[in-house]
């Protein structure tokens, strides 16, 4: 919690009898300004306003106060951490790694349709090709043939899901 601002000291002269110039007295306001000390003044001597001397001092301890207000006003007031939820991170995290496999998932029918229609030299074309048939190849018959299927449905379940 911050502690409060620090109120300056104002030290007031005045005179209690307007021509006599050595009957001056002295009162100590805490206030922010000048100007409300001088409020707080007269609203304790309201006969001063129509007075012509008064005087408001402002003693060099002072400039510490400024430079205390200063750093108060620097720390920030609300030191509350955001909290963060380990369950938002996973769903973040997942969500990504999601998106990312879709991402390649997808790019799989691309190449394989830059190969059927550019030939071997396409792009990674011929790479995933290759792959695709070592492995219908490792899982003879049936099992291949399952994989291939797999294949197809995480594509068609990535495009009927947008």
């Known amino acids: 919690m911050n502690s409060p601002k620090k109120l300056k000291t104002y030290n007031i002269t005045y005179r209690e009898h307007e021509h006599n110039p050595i009957s001056n007295k002295t009162v100590t306001y805490k206030a922010n300004t000048a100007q409300e000390a001088e409020e707080l003044f007269y609203a304790d001597y309201p006969e001063q306003k129509e007075r012509t001397y008064i005087e408001i001092h402002s003693p ?49 029918p691309l190449l394989l349709l830059g190969v059927v229609i550019f030939g071997d030299n396409f792009f990674l074309g011929n790479v995933v090709v290759y792959n695709i048939q070592n492995i219908l190849d490792s899982m003879a018959g049936f099992v291949g043939l399952v994989t291939l299927i797999l294949i197809v449905y995480f594509y068609s379940r990535t495009t009927s899901s947008k």
């Not at 060099?60 to 030191?79: F, G």
């Not at 997942?94 to 991402?103: F, K």
């Open 60 to 108: 060099l301890s002072n400039y510490q106060i400024d430079h205390d207000n200063e750093k108060i006003a620097e720390i920030p007031k609300d030191t509350n951490m955001k909290k963060i939820n380990i369950l938002n991170v996973f769903k973040t995290v997942n969500e990504y790694v999601q998106q990312i496999t879709m991402l390649i998932i997808g790019l799989i």
